[in-house]
């Protein structure tokens, strides 16, 4: 059922190429040695089963209400403009407007301020 929520979903795919080169940062820099794992290496050893999983996920949870957009994500300046459009484009058609102005507001006004005074 339509409840008029908007899904967006974003699978950032890295090259197995950039995955080693982030991960020997991880360890030749000190202040960054906190995000490794050593399951990491393990984890990479299934690359390719990794692959075929992640497809299927996709293919399978992709909607035309809820799709999947796969962002190239080698190099971050390029993922972060990617997202950023599709989130602007996604907004624009939306259609949103700031909702009409209540008629005599200064009334509500004279009123809570009443309630206010008699509390």
């Given at each position: ?89 996604k907004l624009k058609s939306l259609g949103m407007q700031y909702p009409k102005e209540v008629p005599d507001i200064d ?13």
């Open positions: 059922m339509d409840e008029g929520t908007t899904i967006l979903k974003f699978f950032l795919h890295i090259s197995k190429s950039r995955q080693a080169e982030r991960f020997l940062a991880r360890l030749d820099r000190p202040n960054r040695r906190w995000k490794f794992n050593p399951e990491d290496i393990e984890k990479r050893e299934n690359w390719d089963d990794y692959q075929v999983a992640f497809e299927a996920m996709l293919s399978k949870t992709s909607t035309h209400w809820a799709p999947w957009y796969v962002i190239p994500s080698d190099r971050k300046w390029y993922r972060n403009m990617v997202i950023a459009e599709i989130i602007i484009d009334s509500y006004r004279d009123q809570l301020i009443e309630i206010i005074e008699n509390d």
